[in-house]
């Protein structure tokens, strides 16, 4: 797992705040993009609180389209755990797709 930067990752008074810079190579965007698809809501996040053993961890998943990341982190932010986002799969029918569908199902 790479080192993740200390400010990368901050929780303040409930609010968890992700440096985009991070964030976007892991779901394949410019930080630029990944700012212009949240204000459209096309990626997302879901923050679980730990119970039990995890208690005081957040689990954080980020989505775009077909793509996750998702990260583990104690209460001052620090990573503890770090899921590598999946690569895309290809829809099931590829071999019969033409050079257009293709792209457009890749995208």
């Known amino acids: ?30 930080a630029a993009s ?3 698809e949240m204000r459209k809501g096309i990626v997302y996040s879901v923050a679980e609180t730990g119970i039990n ?12 389209r077909s793509r996750a990341w998702t990260v583990v982190v104690d209460p001052d932010g620090n990573l503890v755990d770090s899921i590598a986002p999946a690569p895309k799969a290809l829809p099931a029918n590829a071999d019969r797709l033409s050079l257009s569908e293709f792209v457009r199902s890749s995208l």
Do not use: H, N, Q, W
């Not at 400010?7 to 892991?26: F, V, W």
């Not at 053993?53 to 775009?64: I, K, S």
């Open 1 to 30: 797992m790479s080192p993740v930067p200390g400010s990368a990752i901050s929780i303040a008074d409930g609010e968890i705040t992700i440096d985009a810079e991070l964030l976007a190579p892991k779901l394949g965007l410019s």
């Open 34 to 36: 990944l700012k212009a």
């Open 53 to 64: 053993e995890d208690a005081g961890r957040t689990r954080l998943t980020f989505r775009y």
